[in-house]
């Protein structure tokens, strides 16, 4: 006899819903790298857009004062807005290029008020970041934990701090992920002279390499005419290596300054044979990895070249042609740059 209450109940059975599980899983692991490789090419994107932000700036600044900005005097230096440009600034590029990229009252900030009033205007500009000045691949557009201290002129205890004039101890400064090319040599390291006496003095003794061949170094900054080779072949500024383990921390040598500091790796990288550039990661401390360039994207970094143009090149380059790009001019030995 029919049983009218009787019904089927319909459903999945176990081997349906797996089977739906793993077309799901498959779904999302084709998506996913699109996904991230798409993010990637949007924050590749923005970082060749302020590369070409600051080599405008760069190359305005060229305009105005005949001559790419000078490197600054030290790492234990900040920008002084009244000493101006060229050899008396203790501050480096990106100190100077500040009016160039629409930032003048940042530069100048000081400027109006009296000197004892003008130190924590100085604090509060060192940890003022700039987006323009930030890889979005790396990390974000903030002030980051400082392992050196900037403290009034030297001190009985920590007298290799020589950050004139600033009257609190600043814990956060802003920093750059792009650095300028300070050549295919000549990589040191250099304080700065103790005191803007001293370094004003004539008597004072800068390393002054004889054979320097990039756009910016030490008290130093090239002219358009002397990148005989053409600008298109020539580095400008691109992005620097940074070891993973400490974008935050401030405890890499090549990022534990301000942006708004003298001469130092955190702001200057160059091109020797041995200084291949890198994507970001773990390496031993013999490998020089705070002078290289390099990025946190995974085949490539960007880089502007003198006439302004912004490319991407990969970390396979052969050395030598990375190299010959860091130099006005190419080697004597080699007849043509090659082109990367």
Not at 317 to 331: M, Y
Request: net charge positive.
């Amino acid at each position: 006899m029919y049983n009218r209450r009787f019904r089927w109940i319909q459903g999945f059975s176990l081997v349906e819903l797996l089977v739906v599980l793993a077309v799901a899983g498959l779904l999302i692991a084709l998506l996913l790298p699109a996904l991230f490789a798409a993010r990637e090419a949007s924050r590749s994107t923005a970082c060749k857009a302020n590369l070409r932000q600051l080599s405008l700036g760069l190359n305005v600044y060229h305009d105005v004062h005949g001559s790419f900005p000078h490197g600054g005097w030290g790492f234990t230096w900040i920008g002084i807005a009244s000493r101006g440009y060229g050899e008396d600034q203790p501050g480096g590029w990106a100190y100077s290029l500040l009016p160039f990229i629409g930032q003048d009252a940042l530069h100048s900030v000081e400027r109006s008020v009296s000197a004892s009033s003008a130190a924590p205007l100085r604090a509060i500009r060192l940890s003022t970041s700039l987006s323009i000045h930030t890889c979005p691949s790396r990390r974000a557009s903030r002030p980051w934990a400082v392992a050196d201290v900037y403290v009034d002129s030297p001190t009985i205890t920590r007298p290799h701090l020589r950050a004139p004039h600033l009257s609190s101890t600043v814990a956060v400064v802003a920093r750059s992920d792009y650095a300028v090319n300070s050549g295919s040599k000549y990589v040191i390291s250099n304080a700065g002279p103790i005191t803007l006496r001293q370094g004003d003095s004539v008597d004072y003794r800068w390393p002054t390499p004889k054979h320097y061949d990039g756009v910016c170094h030490l008290r130093m900054g090239a002219k358009l005419r002397s990148v005989v080779d053409g600008l298109s072949k020539t580095y400008l500024l691109g992005e620097k290596f940074l070891d993973p383990d400490h974008y935050v921390d401030g405890l890499a040598l090549g990022d534990n300054e301000t942006l708004y500091s003298g001469y130092s790796s955190d702001l200057h990288r160059f091109t020797r044979e041995d200084l291949a550039p890198l994507r970001d990661q773990r390496l031993d401390p013999s490998v020089l990895g705070d002078w290289r360039f390099g990025s946190a994207h995974p085949t490539s970094f960007n880089v502007a070249m003198a006439d302004g143009s912004v490319h991407a090149v990969n970390y396979d380059i052969a050395p030598e042609v990375h190299c010959d790009n860091g130099t006005r001019k190419p080697p004597f030995e080699r007849k043509q740059k090659r082109r990367f």
